[in-house]
């Protein structure tokens, strides 16, 4: 869960970025946003589609872990001056994060009581979505101090940590 809160604190820098890198290094107009958007869409959709396959094959744990990665690949890549990485990263991130969050929910429907499910899983929720917004005022304030590309690859390395934390935690157990 908390592997999972940093990737979303990470999402979220990664978020405020995307019109610097659109702008600044892709020497676009804003509106390419959109398409890089949409190519995300389209990865979160065919993350979500082969999720509940994969889940069962791998487990939570791997299936966390391989999202991440995809993801924090994502964020790195999105610093390159082409747009076809530009794209992939998008399709990247969109197939990624989707498969932290079905790890984690999964995790928490598995784990949790019956009678405190609702509880906990109003908590996860909220440990999950709220550092999205936290990452988007750090992506923005972090873009007033140095260009895009320094700040996507710390968020990348951020990311990169989330996971091994995860991993750490989820092999102590």
């Known amino acids: 869960m908390l592997s999972g809160a940093a990737l979303m604190l990470v999402s979220g820098v990664n978020g405020a970025v995307v019109f610097a890198v659109v702008d600044h290094g892709l020497h ?6 959109g398409v890089l958007s949409a190519i995300q869409g389209g990865g979160t959709v065919l993350g979500g589609l082969i999720a509940g396959p994969l889940l069962r094959r791998a487990g ?3 299936l966390s872990v391989t999202g991440g990665l995809l993801f924090a690949a994502s964020v790195a890549l999105r610093a390159a001056p082409w747009e076809p990485v530009v794209m992939a990263a998008s399709l990247l991130s969109g197939l990624g994060l989707p498969w ?7 995790a928490v429907q598995r784990i949790a009581p019956r009678d405190l499910l609702a509880t906990v899983s109003a908590t996860a929720n909220t ?3 709220v550092p999205t917004a936290v990452g988007m005022a750090l992506g923005a304030g972090l873009l007033a101090l140095a260009s895009y590309r320094p700040v996507l690859y710390a968020a990348a390395i951020a990311g990169a940590l989330a996971v091994a934390y995860g991993l750490q935690s989820a092999g102590s157990r």
């Open 28 to 33: 676009r107009e804003p509106g390419f946003t």
């Open 60 to 62: 939570e744990a791997r």
């Open 100 to 106: 932290v969050l079905v790890a984690a929910f999964t």
């Open 127 to 129: 440990v999950l979505f």
